[in-house]
């Protein structure tokens, strides 16, 4: 097999950690080729229309309440490194201050 790009910074190198399962030693991203291809396929549109894809970075676009937390998500959180997945909340992500959480992509707005 031809040795994969890390699909998130995209580096030349990375290698086998075990069958299936890739490492990049650049930005410590672990990958399983098979399900990147999957992910690579799926695509959502952000609140202007633009294609989101998997890595890519989107800012908040307005208040989003919590339910069980005592304040919402400000419009403007920055989001780094989203992943898109099928459903009604196609995006999955890590906010500061919140942890993981899945939203909606009408919500969000994609950075340069």
Same mark, same amino acid.
């Given at each position: 097999?031809? %040795?994969? =790009?890390?699909?998130?910074? *995209? ?9 299936? =399962? ?7 991203? %672990?990958?399983?080729?098979?399900? #990147? %291809? #999957?992910?690579?396929? =799926?695509? #959502? %549109? ?15 676009? +307005?208040?989003?309440?919590?339910? !069980? #937390?005592?304040?919402?998500? +400000?419009? !403007? ?9 099928? *459903? ?8 500061? *201050?919140? *942890?993981?959480?899945? =939203? +909606? ?8």
């Amino acid at each position: 097999m031809d %040795q994969p =790009l890390c699909p998130n910074c *995209g580096y030349e190198y990375p290698y086998e950690l075990e069958e299936n =399962l890739w490492h990049c030693p650049d930005c410590e991203h %672990q990958w399983n080729p098979a399900e #990147a %291809q #999957a992910e690579e396929e =799926l695509t #959502a %549109q952000d609140a202007n229309g633009n294609k989101l894809i998997t890595g890519d970075s989107v800012i908040v676009a +307005k208040d989003l309440p919590v339910k !069980g #937390a005592p304040k919402p998500i +400000k419009a !403007g959180t920055k989001v780094a490194n989203i992943r898109i997945v099928e *459903g009604d909340h196609n995006i999955d992500c890590k906010i500061p *201050g919140f *942890g993981s959480m899945a =939203l +909606k992509s009408e919500f969000v707005k994609k950075t340069n």
